[in-house]
């Protein structure tokens, strides 16, 4: 018997719950076949057979929330066994095995509240067992593994001493139970409840942590575009046929960035605990929107990467967030953002912080608008942008200069390829 086992998730990613099966308990499946999708807070993971053989049960139903490691279901290596729900139809009155097919849901309690905490000390929410030491202790406490969280012993077990260590905080002792949930309220006619899926989750709950957690403040400028669209008309046909991808303005702003980011690190910094940590390299996370939602994949070392490498690398982004191909390790370790409401139609926005990040350039729609040009009116393609940015590390005067370095690259090129 094999089982089926949830691949690590990546960083930061300690959950998911699985969406679908693609198979059924009875069947058959090869090796490396698709079995299940498991959506976590950033991408939908796709868990694949490990071993060919029946699917002898499901562990895990569709909704379960599973951790690393966990187990989903067990693949039999016999081709007939255990498997068809149906029974042999030969007369045999052999028995089946008792129903190994979908056990029924082991991991829902019955509604006895005030003991829950007390119920299953041993067992971690990812389905891992603690070590003896430590289930012991939080059974003679009255203390469960969700009150204590993710241990520090492998996959995320409980040790003895993370026990000892919750039990030794003031409000350690068996907390008194949480209020009851507020009852929802009565729909009305024309209403309908859908829960909300784990990627909007994660981005409601990292937008209010970057609101409550950082001192979050935007300055706004605005970019005359004539210059970036007269020279990206001028060879947007060479530069098509030579690398195989539209020339766009996204390139530019990234390469913007890149110059003003080296200009004032600290646009480029996060902080951690009571330190600063600076990065000699711009990992850029350009926001795309994809079926479920924003999702932030990160170009990494932008600063080395030519115009047609951005632009390839955007579009691929862009591709595969639409198809929901990303993979977790994309959506990770960003020092700065850019997102384009311009494409929706955005004339101006105050963009929120993706943390641990200090900054966030909005970028907006271009609109033709009067200005006054060496004292003269005339109609100018320009683009209001915007840069959120943490103050406790960015001061007023970074982030305005940050601002106008960009602007004067993009207003005249010619100083992205002179490096000036």
Known sequence: MTEILVPPLGESVSSATVAR??????????????????ETDKVTVEVNAPAGGVIEAIAANEGAEVGPGAVLGTISAGATAAA?????????????????????????EPAHVPSGPVARPGEVATGLPNGPAATKLMADAGVSAAQIGAGTGKDGRITKGDVLDFLSRPAAAPAAAPPAPKAARALEGGEERVKMTRLRQTIARRLKEAQNTAAMLTTFNEVDMGAVMALRGEYKDVFEKRHGVKLGFMSFFVKACVAALKEFPAVNAEIEGDEIIYKNFVHMGIAVG???????????????????????????????????????EELTGGSFTITNGGIYGSLMSTPILNPPQSGILGMHKIQERPMVVGGKIEARPMMYVALSYDHRIVDGKEAVSFLVRMKEAIEDPRRLMLDV
Do not use: C, Y
């Open 84 to 108: 068809a729900p149906k029974p042999a139809s030969s007369g045999t009155p052999t028995a089946p095995k008792p129903a190994p097919a979908v056990p029924a849901q082991p991991h829902v």
């Open 290 to 328: 994809g079926p479920s939602g924003l999702v932030v994949p990160v170009l990494r070392n932008v600063d080395d990467l030519s115009f047609a490498q951005i632009e390839k690398g955007i579009g691929d982004f862009g591709r595969r967030a639409r198809d929901g191909q990303l993979k977790l």
């Open 21 to 38: 099966w693609l198979k059924k308990a009875g069947e058959a499946v090869a090796a490396d076949e698709p079995l299940v999708e498991l």
